[in-house]
């Protein structure tokens, strides 16, 4: 049985800074507007504004490989949102290199991004079992989702087994299923990946306008962020319902003391985390 572990409504509670600027409370969920004219308090930052999901002012909150993660959250993309051929990632799952082993963060891809593309959406799932992660990756896949809506709501959620070996995913946007993929789906880091939400445009970093150089801004709002651990947690999840709802029970109880055992290792590793730096993106 799936346990409910985070949830945000649209606050800043459980969350540090990306890059950028930190998200603005609004009545309509939080809000992230990415500027190619915006200066930001390190400077000028004109292709990223995000936020990750942390326990501390120096430290992400990491997925745990091999433990079953339900993660909920609904997008707005607020009009007019001109089509552009460049993409901008919404949401990624963020891997925390070894740098000891000379892996660095900016060559190397988020393992699973989700991103705005013309008139559609995509992902991408990257695994790799090798210690020391290069490119080209051992496994990647690109899954078309279908096309966005600008100003309603879409909701996402995710089911997301990590392992670079027999992973799971999952995937529903509006409760239409999108994605259902087995095998690598994460990179053989000593850190389990971190969660991002907000705005990512890369093809700004350098200057580049892509097809629509009449493109300065992006502007987005997420609300009901919802994540969960165990099994059977959509409904825990869903950012659709109003209030979660628990799950369906189980009748067999070898399988709840399995799922209870595998959330109390959990905890515990949640617990024995200390504060220490993190390498942000």
């Known amino acids: 049985m799936a346990e409910l572990i985070y949830t945000n409504e649209g606050n800043l509670t459980g969350l540090v800074k990306v890059d950028g600027n930190m998200p603005e409370v609004t009545a309509k969920g939080l809000k992230f507007h ?19 999901i942390g326990y501390g002012p120096s430290r992400g909150w990491e ?10 959250f609904s997008v707005y993309l607020e009009g007019p949102w001109l089509i552009d051929n460049l993409t901008e990632v919404i949401f990624q799952v963020k891997g925390l290199p070894d740098v000891e082993l000379g892996e660095q963060i900016q060559p190397l891809n988020p393992i699973l991004p989700i991103r705005i593309k013309e008139t559609y959406i995509d ?18 896949e690109l899954y078309n989702i279908g096309e966005y809506v600008v100003d309603e709501w879409m909701h996402f959620v995710i089911h997301y087994l990590p392992s670079y070996t027999d992973g799971l995913l999952q995937m529903w946007l509006n409760d239409r299923p999108v994605v259902g993929q087995t095998g690598p789906n994460c990179f053989n880091d000593k850190r389990g990946p971190a969660l ?18 009449s493109i300065r801004e992006r502007t987005l709002y997420i609300k009901n962020i919802n994540i969960a651990i165990g099994s059977e947690g959509y409904n825990l999840v869903d950012p659709s319902q109003e209030e979660p709802t628990p799950p369906p029970p189980v009748d067999d109880h070898e399988e709840i003391l399995g799922h209870i055992q595998a959330l109390q290792t959990a905890v515990e590793d949640l617990a024995n985390i200390t504060e220490g730096g993190i390498e942000l993106m």
Do not use: C, Q
Not at 63 to 72: A, C, Q, S
């Open 34 to 52: 990415l500027s190619r004219d915006i200066y930001t308090e390190e400077g000028y930052f004109p292709y990223r504004t995000m936020a990750r």
């Open 63 to 72: 997925v745990k490989l091999g433990i079953e993660h339900w993660i909920g």
């Open 123 to 140: 992902v991408i799932s990257r695994g790799d079992s090798r210690p020391l992660t290069i490119k080209p990756y051992e496994n990647e």
């Open 196 to 213: 991002d939400f907000g705005i990512y445009k890369p093809h700004w970093r350098t200057g580049k306008t892509g097809g629509n150089d």
